[in-house]
């Protein structure tokens, strides 16, 4: 059985830094076409932070994150990180990982992520 983990939420002001972590288990990352990061608030639909693509690799960011984070895979530990310096206020969410490989579309179930201004 597959399983997506995240780690590395928390609470952090305004301009700090976070790492999070998804690791995979049951399945390696580079059995996927596409790893990403996406986010919630309460009320708000699911946004598309930041993604990765096994081949190349490319990577894919959101207007509102782009030069603040940075995606990254480790295939040794079979994570993928998300890097995210300049922390605002409203990067405040539940962070989710996502995994796609075809019509499979594998999640985890999210790390919280608090911006305190």
């Known amino acids: 059985q597959v399983q997506l983990v995240e780690s590395g939420g928390g609470l952090v002001q305004a301009g700090g830094s976070l790492r999070l972590s998804c690791a995979a288990s049951?399945?390696?990352?580079?059995?996927?076409?596409?790893v990403g990061w996406f986010r919630r608030t309460p009320g708000k639909e699911r946004e598309f932070v930041a993604r990765?693509?096994?081949?190349?690799?490319?990577?894919y960011y959101a207007d509102s994150v782009k030069g603040r984070f940075t995606i990254s895979r480790d295939n040794a530990k079979n994570t993928v990180d998300l890097q995210m310096n300049s922390l605002k206020p409203e990067d405040t969410a539940v962070y989710y990982c996502?995994?796609?490989?075809?019509?499979?579309?594998?999640w985890g179930q999210g790390t919280q992520v608090t911006v305190s201004s």
């Open positions: 990765i693509s096994w081949s190349g690799p490319m990577t």
């Open positions: 049951g399945r390696t990352f580079s059995s996927y076409t596409m």
């Open positions: 996502n995994a796609v490989a075809g019509p499979v579309s594998d």
